[in-house]
């Protein structure tokens, strides 16, 4: 008995555990970047917080043929500038869903700016919900959690 009491705990608090570390996933991180048009992996981008607010940059461009990639499209400062290192999310605020809205979602292939939101895919914490809209239209990418070895 003292053993099946013992064995009912044990049981208990990994599935405790499981259910924390489930919860505890956030869109920090670094991300792989899918194309939703055509499947291909583009970049790595850190999500990260600053002053209380997400920001996201592009690591490294892993797109082959493109991996050092300048924003030629771009005009003023970014004009030619490496997309590697180049910020691409600007001062994402939390609602109380657990998303993140901001205004400046750059796209440094087409050197244009939308309104964004960014959310976990709630089916797989793994995946990264990133949705520009321009005016009333939108396009949703799904990111990959990087899972470093």
């Excluded at 956030?26 to 997400?54: C, M, P, Q």
């Excluded at 309104?115 to 990111?143: E, H, I, M, S």
Aim: glycine fraction near 6%; hydrophobic fraction near 35%.
């Amino acid at each position: 008995m003292k053993s099946s009491l013992r064995l009912n705990k044990c049981a208990a608090l990994i599935c405790l555990l499981i259910v924390q570390i489930s919860w505890s996933q956030t869109v920090f991180g670094k991300w792989k970047t899918i194309d939703d048009r055509n499947g291909i992996t583009k970049a790595i981008v850190e999500v990260y917080e600053e002053n209380g607010l997400l920001q996201a940059k592009v690591l490294k461009v892993v797109e082959k043929g493109k991996e050092n990639a300048r924003c030629i499209k771009c005009k003023g400062e970014l004009k030619d500038k490496p997309v590697n290192g180049m910020k691409i999310m600007f001062d994402f605020k939390r609602n109380n869903k657990g998303e993140y809205k901001g205004n400046k979602l750059f796209d440094p292939e087409q050197a244009m700016t939308f309104r964004g939101r960014v959310w976990l895919d709630p089916k797989n914490t793994n995946r990264l919900k990133v949705r520009g809209y321009l005016a009333f239209l939108y396009r949703t990418q799904t990111w990959h959690r990087l899972v470093e070895e």
